[in-house]
């Protein structure tokens, strides 16, 4: 055994470091959620119902990623500036949905493959320097994230049934790590 005593940083210190404030993720877990059980509680439900509900998601969602790039959280610019792209991408994404719903269906996997993967890679940039739990579970998100985005791009052939359950459950899974995180970020506060 050695006399080194390992020291965990101040959870305060932490939260102030990390490159987006605690409700951003809050709310884009929150509309996830809801998209997934929707979803999921109704797997019948018409496509173009499911465009219009994911582009909102998306609009919303983008739109509290934009606003949490531009709040002072003592974050490098680099991780302020990833976080807006990928928040113009996600609304972007969310109008070209609610503009044209059929449009919109053809686009539907794409854009979710994009925003989770970008979103877990945001999520991993910020785990770099991240310390103790708070790097567990940045991480943690962020794979969830990036692997249901890559399943996405790796499976275009898949059935629209499919589509709306892998959608739900994805949407289901990330929404909760989400608010999993922010509800630790705001403990932590």
């Given at each position: 055994?050695?006399?080194?005593e ?12 990390q490159?987006?404030?605690w ?18 509680i ?38 302020s ?12 994404g ?33 785990a770099?320097?991240a ?23 790796l499976t ?34």
């Amino acid at each position: 055994m050695t006399d080194v005593e390992q020291t965990w940083p101040d959870p305060i210190v932490e939260v102030r470091r990390q490159p987006f404030p605690w409700w951003t993720l809050l709310i884009t877990g929150l509309l996830a959620i809801a998209l997934g059980l929707t979803v999921l509680i109704w797997p019948d439900i018409s496509l173009r119902i499911m465009v219009a509900l994911t582009g909102i998601w998306l609009f919303f969602g983008g739109l509290a990623q934009i606003i949490g790039a531009f709040l002072p959280t003592g974050a490098g610019v680099a991780r302020s500036v990833l976080s807006g792209i990928v928040g113009v991408i996600v609304l972007i994404g969310g109008l070209v949905c609610l503009r044209n719903l059929v449009t919109g269906l053809a686009v539907l996997a794409v854009i979710f493959a994009t925003t989770w993967i970008l979103s877990g890679l945001a999520l991993l940039i910020g785990a770099a320097t991240a310390h103790g739990p708070m790097r567990a579970a940045l991480i943690i998100v962020g794979a969830l994230s990036m692997i249901i985005g890559i399943v996405f791009v790796l499976t275009p052939s898949l059935s629209l049934g499919t589509l709306v359950l892998l959608t739900g459950a994805g949407s289901l899974l990330t929404g909760l790590a989400e608010v999993g995180l922010a509800l630790y970020l705001r403990k932590s506060s």
